[in-house]
Every structure is written in structure tokens, then in C-alpha cells.
């Protein structure tokens, strides 16, 4: 069983910066990971997510430009990086990963039945 854990949430302005972290109890580079929120009232939903290797990184269309994805093997962990955040970010955010062979190439998703591993989230407040 591999353990997620999210942490580095909290309360910010709009208009700020906002850096959480997803740490695996196992080594990083054999899973991709991926970033999800979840509004109050609504469905969880893929935010960005990062390939074991690294290389290919994905962002839903509403953060491109403001989030930045990116992982440290070394540290087992991987970070993002919310720059202009606006209250409509106010979310729970989870990591997730998925160990490589079961994507099968160098890839990730934002697709949620994929993942296996699932942190308990972390709340992020963006107030106005």
C-alpha cells in the first residue's frame, strides 16, 4: 500500500501564491501523479498531473498559466505551485498517483478511475 499525503494547504488573498505538496511513502519515480480538487457543492475534477518520468505534465485549461507542477525524486514528493489564485480555487485538493505500469508509457491523466492512490486532501481558501 502506498501512502499519500498532502500537506502545505491553507488560507491566502486573492491575488496570491500558494505552494502544496504530495509526499509518497514509496519511490516517485515509479508513479505518475495527479492533482484534484473538489469544490463545495461540486464534483471533483483534475487540476494537473505529472508523468513518472517527469517529462510530460498536464493542466486543466482555467490554471494554465498560474499552476506549475513539478517533482523531486529525492524527496518522494511533488509540488504546485498556484500563482493569482482567486476564490473560485477554493477547493480540497488531493493527490493521487499511479504506479507506472499500469499506465504503460510515459504519460499522465486527470482522469480519476486511473489513480490508485488517493491522499486525504488538503483545504486550500482563496478569500475575496
Known amino acids: 500500500q502506498v501512502h499519500v499525503v498532502e500537506s502545505g494547504g491553507g488560507l491566502v488573498q486573492a491575488g496570491e501564491s500558494l505552494d502544496i505538496s504530495c509526499t509518497l511513502s514509496?519511490?516517485?519515480?515509479?508513479?505518475?501523479v495527479g492533482w484534484f480538487r473538489q469544490a463545495p457543492g461540486k464534483q471533483r475534477e483534475g487540476v494537473s498531473c505529472?508523468?513518472?518520468?517527469?517529462?510530460?505534465?498536464s493542466y486543466q485549461n482555467s490554471v494554465k498559466g498560474r499552476f506549475t507542477i513539478s517533482r523531486d525524486n529525492a524527496k518522494k514528493t511533488v509540488h504546485l505551485r498556484m500563482n493569482s489564485l482567486t476564490s473560485e480555487k477554493t477547493a480540497r485538493y488531493y493527490c493521487?498517483?499511479?504506479?507506472?505500469?499500469?499506465?504503460?508509457?510515459?504519460?499522465?491523466?486527470?482522469?480519476?478511475?486511473?489513480?490508485?492512490?488517493w491522499g486525504q486532501g488538503t483545504q486550500v481558501t482563496v478569500s475575496s
Open positions: 493521487a498517483a499511479v504506479h507506472r505500469y499500469r499506465v504503460g508509457y510515459d504519460a499522465c491523466h486527470m482522469t480519476e478511475s486511473i489513480y490508485q492512490y
Open positions: 514509496e519511490s516517485l519515480d515509479l508513479y505518475s
Open positions: 505529472i508523468s513518472y518520468s517527469g517529462e510530460r505534465t
